[in-house]
Structure formats: structure tokens, C-alpha cells
């Protein structure tokens, strides 16, 4: 089959087409072939090295954690598929690799492609669809009502977090480029606040939560728009004890990840708040919820550009870039 691989970590490294064979199934896994697959901000990272602690992959690796396609071969122990049924997911951890013809994913994380998206859609959807499920419902427990704030509302998780927020009745805050702040509205959210010309610290008090995915400094000033009881829920860092406590690295690796996120949980404990680090899981229950709101078109997919998978490297650049609204899709067939 054909792939891209990865054969030395390194920033901006190009990914290398190649010709490796079909990946043999495991127990209780499917062979999908692959028609799209979401490009994330994940990929980059993991092929510029960031994570190589905790998640220590050997190289060569293929890259990608989307994938919307077709079952093709069914292993050993599954019940729930069948070859030709079309499919969606977040590939799993040490098994991702959807930057090619075909991955094997496990039932458990697999899910049925919602009806009225198309393959390029759907695959769009899974990585940042459980990101803002296991934010906002499982660690946030978000209810009507309350006040959320979302950053950077256009892209691919901020879009989907927007409109799921919405969805559970919320009152939305995001930050957005002016240029952005009218889609914004369109996706739910009810204050958009121009990152460029705007604080957003002077503009939001007494929130219940927020979605935190950009940089220390405005980490700090979210702490302090939260009221007393509510809850920060970071995406990019720095990670928490619960986090280290759960990762395969190893001893010295997990003291170091409590130790650097210890500044921030002092200071959210000081304001009487709550920090929490998520790092997002393949979870097949969760990926029906969210297939069940798209087939109700209570989520809608936001996708800014798709890339033939020829120019998967320039589809990786693309969002590394940060210039995406919305989610950026390769695809195949």
C-alpha cells in the first residue's frame, strides 16, 4: 500500500511516500481503506518530536489520526462490522497511521459513518468531535445555562466545541480574527472577541469553564475569568498528575510532567478553580453521540480545505500554519 512515513523526527520534516504492506489485523480489529483522513495539529507535533516522551513511537511511523472509509477485512473477535460497511474514526494510540491506503483500527474505538456526511466530512469530525465530547460533557460537565469560553473558535476544535456547546444549552465566548467573528455567530457562539484588537480578560468575568488550547499567557488570564468552582480544561498543556498518573512513560518522565504543571495548579487552587490537562481517547461510545447530533444536524462539519493525498506534506504545513477555519482533510478516493 502506499503511505507517507516518518523516518527521523524533526521540525518541518518532510514525510516520505513509500510502498509498505497492507497492516495485519490484530484481535478485535478491522482493516479500513482509507477514503479521507483529518489532518491535525497533533501530527505535527508528534512529527517534530514533542511528544517522543510520552508517546514513544519507533520510527519509520506512519502518521494521521482520522480516518473515514470502508471496512475491507474483519479480524479476529469482532461482532459489530462487517466488510463494506462504511466507517469512522480516531485511530488509537502506538496504532494510528490513516496517511495511507488502509489502517487497521479496533472495534472499540470504530464507529458507523454518519448518513449524511460524505467520506471527506466525516473524516473531519473524529479527533476534535471527542476533544470538545470529553471537555465540555465528560471532564466539564457542562449544562444549560452555564457560561463557557472557547478558544480560538475557528478552528477545528473550536468550531465543533462552539456548536456542541450550543447544543447543551450553553452561553458561548470564543476569540476569533474580525473576519471570523460573523461564522462564529452562525456556529452559536454569542460573543466573539477579536483576538488582534481585543483583551479578553477585560471582556469575560464569572464563566463556568473554559476550553483552554493556546499559549501560557493567556492560560494565566483564563484562570482568572472563571468564578469560583469553575473549571479550566486545556488541550495544549502543561499536562497534570492525573494525566502522568496514566501515561506509559516512564517513572522519571511521569515526575516530570506533575512537576511542570504544578506552578498552574497552585495558582488555579489560589483562585479557587480547577485545571485539568485532556488528552483526548479513541472512544467508540462517544463517537456515536457525536455521529447521532451530526445525523440530527445539531453539528454541522466545518472543513476549510481538502488536499489531494499526494500533497499530504502540504496539507501538514497548512495547519501548521494556523491559517485553517476549520478542519483541513486529505483525501483519497
Not at 462487517?82 to 483500527?105: H, L
Not at 458561548?172 to 462564529?184: C, E, K, L, R, Y
Not at 456515536?288 to 453539528?299: G, H, K, P, T, V
Request: aromatic letters at 6%; glycine letters at 10%.
Amino acid at each position: 500500500m502506499k503511505a507517507f512515513i516518518l523516518e527521523r523526527y524533526g521540525k518541518q520534516r518532510a514525510l516520505r511516500l513509500a510502498d509498505l504492506p497492507r497492516p495485519e489485523l490484530r484481535d478485535g480489529e478491522v482493516l479500513v481503506e482509507v477514503h479521507a483522513a483529518g489532518v491535525n495539529l497533533l501530527d505535527a507535533k508528534i512529527r517534530n518530536g514533542e511528544f517522543k516522551p510520552i508517546l514513544p513511537y519507533r520510527l519509520p511511523l506512519v502518521l494521521g489520526h482520522d480516518v473515514a472509509g470502508v471496512v475491507v477485512q474483519v479480524g479476529p473477535q469482532v461482532r459489530q462490522f462487517k466488510i463494506g460497511d462504511e466507517v469512522y474514526a480516531r485511530a488509537d494510540d502506538f496504532r494510528i497511521g490513516t496517511f495511507a491506503e488502509f489502517v487497521p483500527v479496533r472495534e472499540s474505538s470504530l464507529a458507523p459513518k454518519p448518513r449524511g456526511l460524505s467520506m471527506v466530512e466525516a473524516a473531519s469530525i473524529p479527533l476534535v468531535g471527542l476533544t470538545a465530547w470529553q471537555a465540555l460533557v465528560e471532564q466539564g460537565g457542562l449544562r444549560q445555562g452555564q457560561k463557557v469560553f472557547i478558544q480560538a473558535g475557528s478552528g477545528g476544535v473550536g468550531s465543533f466545541a462552539i456548536q456542541l456547546a450550543k447544543h447543551l444549552g450553553a452561553s458561548v465566548a470564543t476569540t476569533a480574527g474580525a473576519a471570523s467573528a460573523q461564522a462564529m455567530r452562525t456556529l452559536g457562539a454569542d460573543l466573539a472577541i477579536d483576538y488582534r484588537t481585543q483583551d479578553f480578560e477585560t471582556q469575560l468575568r464569572g464563566y463556568d469553564l473554559v476550553l483552554h488550547s493556546q499559549d501560557s499567557k493567556a492560560l494565566e488570564k483564563s484562570l482568572r475569568v472563571l468564578k469560583p468552582g469553575g473549571k479550566l480544561i486545556s488541550i495544549s498543556g502543561p499536562p497534570d498528575p492525573a494525566f502522568a498518573k496514566g501515561s506509559k512513560a516512564p517513572g522519571i518522565v511521569r515526575l516530570l510532567l506533575r512537576l511542570i504543571s504544578a506552578g498552574v495548579r497552585r495558582r488555579a487552587k489560589g483562585l479557587g478553580v480547577g485545571y485539568s490537562f485532556l488528552f483526548m481517547r479513541a472512544e467508540r461510545s462517544q463517537l456515536r453521540e457525536i455521529s447521532r447530533l451530526m445525523d440530527a444536524r445539531a453539528i454541522r462539519p466545518v472543513v476549510d480545505k481538502v488536499f489531494p493525498f499526494e500533497a499530504t506534506n502540504e496539507a501538514l504545513a497548512y495547519v501548521e500554519s494556523g491559517r485553517a477555519k476549520g478542519k483541513v482533510v486529505i483525501q483519497l478516493k
